[in-house]
């Protein structure tokens, strides 16, 4: 049996996940998940512990050993924008900033006051937002750490680089952040000349699908054995999109610790409409644009239930919700909600009740987000020139059949569900297209392989109005 681990890394947790192809299907194998978050500094900043991360990571590895299933390959995702920077010794330049860290509310307008939002939009697609890596950079031009810096690795590629000793800038992730040429696909020369920014930290662009590197010696001892890593769409959403069977009346939703709605496109759809709407143009796999609407999604939930001492799980949340009346809607991407000290005292605040109760408070999210998916199903109809007829949820959310309900109402559309791990079946699908073409097999490509998933797992339909 040849086995394919996928290591998936989200703002919330982390997991390990083993593929194998049995019967004609993909076959799915949960061998370790550890939790994650963002750290708070004694001066206040947001950081990632990434060497706890990394450990976590050597420790899921060696599990796949233990359990007798070692994978010939290996691949990353994690979330996009933030990253490491290494100095010319490949030392790391600490702290490695979270991305909700409020240190770009300044960089924000220094940045627009070079590059105005409309110019910057026309050559990246990227909507405006404020934690989006061309900010970030402009904090670490400003406090000097750039000056220190020789290398520039997205917090994947620096996990890869850990494993292999190699070093590779991947698209996909590259595209978040707001620094890309999206007709060319690759760096802006512009916007790192304009900016001022220190253009050797910016490597050339690789694709999914690219081998990085077999586990170095030390790596491969401490878990047991070798294996090739192999670069993934390592943004986890292009890999959750690169796992769904879409066509041109089906829009996707994956539905995490942020919910991105949009459709698939060969050319970025970048135009005064796009700008207006704060649609993004990401890269995905086989340069195919994930146009899409960005709002925070799960995240609202995970923080009331965090605020709630996690007393009740997410169903009775749900049912809590479903049991109120509230009406009154809040905008799910106010930035007062970025990473409040408390998510419930911070949504009373937007509506103006102090006092509105816990139930009250879920219900207000429920709605806010189904009607933000409404809204936004409207306008990628307006930029496509299609209609669509169904939305395929990936992700957590997706199993929540109060926020399907919903967002069937308000969007009109088919809600299709059952890909319930989208983001490391598109990990895997890399590997197993890598694979594919080296040793023969079935899966050369991401749609031959988007078959497979169709047969692996069987969608449900919740019918809209």
């Given at each position: 049996m040849k086995y394919f681990l996928a290591v998936d890394i989200g703002a919330g947790s982390g997991r390990h996940i083993l593929g194998s192809i049995q019967d004609g299907k993909l076959v799915l194998e949960e061998i370790h998940r550890f939790e994650n978050g963002m750290d708070r500094q004694e001066d206040g900043h947001l950081i990632w512990d990434h060497e706890r991360l990394f450990r976590e990571i050597k420790a899921g590895l060696k599990k796949a050993g233990e359990l007798g299933k070692v994978p010939s390959y290996i691949a990353i995702d994690t979330w996009g924008v933030d990253y490491v920077l290494l100095d010319k010794d490949d030392n790391e330049i600490l702290p490695v900033y979270a991305y909700r860290d409020e240190r770009t509310e300044e960089a924000v307008p220094a940045v627009e006051a070079v590059i105005a939002p409309e110019k910057l939009y026309s050559i990246t697609g990227i909507q405006k937002q404020n934690f989006n890596t061309i900010y970030q950079l402009w904090c670490d031009k400003q406090t000097g750490?750039?000056?220190?810096?020789?290398?520039?690795?997205?917090?994947?590629?620096?996990?890869?680089?850990?494993?292999?000793?190699?070093?590779?800038?991947?698209?996909?992730?590259?595209?978040?952040?707001?620094?890309?040429?999206a007709a060319k696909k690759t760096w802006s020369d512009e916007i790192i000349e304009t900016l001022g920014y220190k253009k050797s930290l910016f490597g050339e662009l690789t694709l999914p699908g690219t081998e990085v590197g077999d586990l170095l010696p030390s790596i491969a001892e401490e878990v047991g054995y070798d294996a090739k890593v192999i670069?993934?769409?390592?943004?986890?959403?292009?890999?959750?999109?690169?796992?769904?069977?879409?066509?041109?009346?089906?829009?996707?939703?994956?539905?995490?610790?942020?919910?991105?709605?949009?459709?698939?496109?060969?050319?970025?759809?970048?135009?005064?409409?796009?700008?207006?709407?704060?649609?993004?143009?990401?890269g995905g796999i086989e340069y195919r644009f994930r146009v899409l609407k960005n709002f925070m999604g799960m995240w609202?939930?995970?923080?009331?239930?965090?605020?709630?001492?996690?007393?009740?799980?997410?169903?009775?949340?749900?049912?809590?919700?479903?049991?109120?009346?509230?009406?009154?809607?809040?905008?799910?991407?106010?930035?007062?909600?970025?990473?409040?000290?408390?998510?419930?005292?911070?949504?009373?605040?937007?509506?103006?009740?102090?006092?509105?109760?816990?139930?009250?408070?879920?219900?207000?999210?429920?709605?806010?987000?189904?009607?933000?998916?409404?809204r936004a199903v409207k306008e990628a109809e307006a930029l496509s020139g299609r209609t669509f007829k169904k939305l395929l949820i990936v992700g957590g959310g997706g199993s929540d059949v109060y926020l399907n309900k919903l967002t069937a109402e308000k969007t009109g559309l088919t809600i299709l569900t059952g890909i319930k791990e989208a983001t490391t079946t598109g990990n895997l699908a890399s590997q197993i297209i890598y694979d594919c073409k080296a040793n023969g097999g079935d899966y050369t490509d991401i749609m031959n392989f988007r078959e497979l998933v169709k047969v692996s797992f069987p969608l449900s339909e919740t019918k809209g109005h």
């Open positions: 750490r750039m000056d220190k810096a020789e290398s520039l690795l997205m917090i994947p590629e620096y996990f890869c680089y850990k494993l292999t000793g190699v070093k590779y800038n991947e698209y996909t992730n590259a595209s978040t952040g707001g620094m890309l040429d670069l993934c769409p390592t943004h986890d959403t292009a890999s959750a999109v690169a796992a769904c069977p879409l066509d041109d009346e089906t829009l996707f939703l994956s539905s995490g610790t942020w919910s991105l709605i949009g459709f698939e496109n060969a050319e970025p759809v970048i135009n005064e409409a796009g700008f207006q709407a704060n649609y993004t143009n990401e609202l939930f995970q923080s009331i239930r965090k605020n709630l001492d996690k007393k009740y799980t997410y169903d009775e949340m749900m049912e809590m919700a479903m049991a109120s009346s509230y009406d009154k809607t809040v905008d799910v991407n106010s930035p007062n909600l970025t990473a409040p000290e408390s998510m419930i005292e911070a949504i009373r605040a937007e509506v103006g009740e102090p006092d509105l109760p816990v139930g009250d408070v879920l219900e207000c999210v429920y709605q806010s987000l189904s009607d933000a998916y409404g």
